[in-house]
């Protein structure tokens, strides 16, 4: 029976859960990902075969194959890295969680098993929290983020390694540290310093937000129509977004 994980993605703005499952078959060994995942995602099996190995755990030399689901809905990022990492050692019984599916997991895996910081991680938290799922493990560098969800617990980790110890329970975590390292540092969330390019929509925006005009914003899925959109909402004017 195949293990499944659960983990995350992106439409837009919004989160919605992704369930990660994961089987190894007798046979020629392989490793195969499927269900709409972009590059990124495909290039995660040497990523994963590389974290596993220098993290002191055995690759199985199988067929692996992991499903990404729902598998109608294209999937892009490095973020599910993590979550198809523990899957696949929950699979090959190197790794015994109990009650997996109340632990959300998000992270991009380095080549020695460390854990990077990915984007999207408020709405991914947001979701899971929606979905009932209440224990999100998450880079250390994103615990800030993730900790704006009130009524739900973040775990940061370093490394793979570090986060299996304390799914079997090898090792205890200290909820402290969000409390005491993860604390709000700018008096407002939404700043433009947030915003990558779109200079001249900046622009745009900054001229309609002072003067209180009402303004259109027509562009693909993604694109930031709505984040520019809740620092223009701050002043008394108007704005309508368009897909």
Known sequence: MASVVNSFAIIGIDGYVVTIETDTIFGKPSFAIVGLGDTAIREATQRIESAIINSKFEFPKMKILINLAPGNI????????????VGLLVQSKQVNVEEINSFGLIGELSLNGDLRSCAGILPMVIEAKDKGIRNIIVPKENMREAALVKDINIFGFNTLRGVTSFLQGDSKYNNEEILEKHIIQRKHLLDFEDVQGQDMAINYVVIAASGGHNLLMSGIPGCGKSKASSFHSQRPSRVMNKL
């Open 74 to 85: 294209k999937k892009s990022g490095t973020h599910l890295d993590l979550a198809m990492a």
